[in-house]
């Protein structure tokens, strides 16, 4: 559904209190200083979600028409196709199990119609641990699906054929709200799933203004979440809501053997906090099974680089191969949408009805190279190395340091002849390149300095490289994306992020309206080898294709581990920078302690050499001051950053 828009958000502390129990965000008190160096790795570790999440979800194949029968069709499939011993091992449910939420004790009841083996020992006495039981025997993974407000998506944005909860209006609240511990305890302890998906729908479908709730079927619930407008969203209470449901499923599951799937849709500026409150986040609205909006989806990913990495994964949404546009009859769709999630560490979890998958859709699901890619043990998304409206080059580093992954992607309507360069993968010139195809797998002619690929309209070339690196004794910070915390982006006031595809909104009658605006937050943020704003990283007219891009008034950490001896960068204030007249400090931190240190660089001056020794320093961090308050964001570069040996 793309239509949670356009509601008004009723933010009034007051009304939160007469609507009983919603507690907004406390007042904080002294808040850190964000630019003050912690001397630690600040990202949360949780959950088990070292690489990204691969397996099955019934949404994009069944929407809430999902039953026993074709949940466990789908995951023997998986299992007779090989499909599982390639990762593919998460089986979740989403929305439309439940039947109600029985009273007074508020225990969850499930729709026994559809999942007959939760039939018990009387209506209200259901239990999905027999088929829990049934997928764990099949070595594979289970996962549930709830709403961290107090209703549901389905009951908010029904279609005609949805299978809702039933009952009174208590009966009918079966989101997480007021019921986090007794349904936390009960889906991971009592039924034992290994991963839940939160959706949000409960913060925006229910305002008092609805008409639904007017007509007295749900509790009203104040819009947290305004989906077009980033600035009337709230967005330290959303944050607050899905934190306290980490720390639960932290306590009902100890050992951290859970996922925990955020699903709001890329608002609340869940870029810039996803990584310490859940294993994945959706970054858009939901994907649809057409071209168009798998790009719109896909650009809400594509310049996040900094901000997913082992455990915290940006996810895109579901899988769409095998529908629509991705078809057996749009191979090229399917494998360019395949390709494209798993050079950015999207999740993996297919949508689809897999008892009649064609053999070719199989093969795209199951091609074991491009799966690899995805699963790649260092965990660095992909990074833009070429990027314009019509065809881009994400170039991801693997744990192999002389070895890449590459997409090279033609989004437009015309033919493109791609040359992909040594400079695209930081490869020294002059240098042989080995070269292997991972679609067709085999080995193409080994090439120097560059080689061209003629792609057709919506074709991409998934590649694997080995070369030797520019930096013989180090790497560059934009080839370590996964190494990289943004603890502080200088992000002053939220903007919705202008790149990102808006395709024409299908879901309302097409045209109508005046067309989709930008919406997601995310515009400003850190970025690999760019701009915040999508600029060539420049200093004083010189150009850096490798380093990093960001607002000052930012902290940036880096995982070094001990295993760098220096560092070094050239710095100030990058050309693009919309702030003009006042002066950036650097500073370099090692482990809390300064270890070197720039003057205050303007516009004018040249870019500055920063060195600093790292030797056994774990963890670095980049910090760009202000002096003084410029009345613009100020852009600034770390041109080629580096860690050496
Ligand atoms: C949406 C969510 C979808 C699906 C659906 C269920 O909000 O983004 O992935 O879960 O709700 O109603």
Known sequence: MSLKGGYQALACTGLFAALGGFMPAPAVGSTPDPLEPTGQWMEKSFGSAALPPMGWNSWNAFHTQIDEAKLIGSAQAIVDSGLRDLGY????????????????????????????????????????????????????????????????????????????????VAEREVGLYDHLAQDLTLYFQEWGFDYIKVDGCGLNAFSADKPAVKAGQFRAFPALVVSDSINQTRVADIRNLYGRLRDELMRVRPMGDFVFSICNWGTANVRAWGRDYGNLWRTSDDIEPRWARML????????????????????????????????????TEARTHFALWSIVDAPLLIGYDLRQAPKALLEVLGAPEIVAVNQDPAGNQGVLAYTSDDLQIFVKQLAARDEKAVVIFNRGTEQVNAVLTAAHLKFRPGTTIQVRDLWRRRDLPAFTDEVTFALAPRE??????????????????????????????????????????????????????????????????????????????????????????????????????????????????????????????????????????????????????????????????????????????????????????
């Open 89 to 168: 091992r998460y089986i979740n449910i989403d929305d439309g199990w439940w039947q109600k939420r029985r009273q007074p004790d508020g225990r969850m009841v499930v729709r026994t119609s559809i999942f007959p083996s939760a039939t018990g020992a009387g209506p209200e006495e259901t239990s999905l641990r027999p088929l829990v039981d049934r997928l764990h025997s099949m070595q594979l993974k289970a996962g549930i699906y709830s709403d961290i407000g107090r209703n549901a998506c389905s009951q908010g944005y029904p279609s005609p054929d949805s299978l809702l909860p039933t009952g009174t």
């Open 296 to 331: 719109y989806n896909f650009d809400s990913v594509a310049t996040r680089e900094l901000y997913s990495g082992p455990g915290h994964w940006n996810d895109p949404d579901m899988l769409y191969v095998g529908q629509g546009e991705f078809d057996a009859n749009h191979l």
């Open 460 to 645: 991409s070339v998934t590649l694997r490289v080995k070369g030797q690196p520019l930096l013989a004794d180090g790497m560059y910070l934009s080839e370590m994306p996964a190494r990289l915390y943004v603890a502080a982006d200088g992000i002053d006031a939220l903007q919705a992020d202008p790149q990102i595809h808006r395709p024409v909104n299908m879901g309302d009658g097409t045209t109508r309206g005046s067309g989709p605006r930008p919406a997601l937050a995310g515009w400003g943020g850190a970025r690999a080898d760019s701009t915040p704003y999508n600029n060539e990283l420049r200093l004083r007219g010189k150009a850096y294709t490798s380093g990093i891009g960001v607002l000052a008034n930012s902290r940036l950490q880096v995982r070094a581990d001990g295993q760098f001896n220096q560092f070094s960068a050239q710095v100030g204030m990058d050309d693009s920078s919309l702030e003009q007249r006042t002066k950036v400090r650097f500073e370099v931190y090692g482990d809390g302690r300064l270890l070197a240190r720039s003057p205050a660089l303007g516009a004018m001056d040249a870019p500055f050499d920063l060195d600093a020794k790292v030797a056994g320093v774990k963890t670095i961090e980049l910090v760009a001051r202000e002096m003084g308050k410029g009345s613009a964001p100020a852009v600034v570069a770390w041109g080629a950053a580096a860690l050496r040996h």
